[in-house]
């Protein structure tokens, strides 16, 4: 890996905690909204001794099934817009922003 990418891997990510943070303090506001970091956004900052060793192209969150539309009028409320319809309807339920 050359300096150019680590150190561009290591603003991405900088700029994803970033948004984690914000994205918790959300979902934090009464009432409250349970989430769970999955993936690369719960990998980077816990397992990797530094942040530009895994890069993070998304932000995957669970949260639960019946706060689905609730969790996803906050991020949107936040600018963010969704970019596909839902993943496999009936399947599986994905918002992707």
């Not at 990510?13 to 303090?25: D, P, V, Y």
């Not at 060793?53 to 009028?73: S, T």
């Amino acid at each position: 890996m050359g300096k150019e990418h680590i150190w561009r891997t290591a603003a991405v990510n900088s700029i994803a905690l970033e948004e984690l943070k914000r994205l918790g303090e959300v979902f934090s506001r009464p009432p409250s909204i349970p989430a769970v970091v999955l993936k690369g956004g719960a990998l980077a900052f816990t397992l990797y001794p530094d942040r530009s060793l895994r890069p993070i192209n998304d932000l995957d969150l669970l949260v639960p099934e019946e706060r689905l539309e609730e969790a996803a009028a906050r991020i949107q409320a936040l600018g963010y817009k969704e970019v596909s319809p839902i993943a496999a309807p009936g399947r599986r339920k994905s918002m992707p922003f």
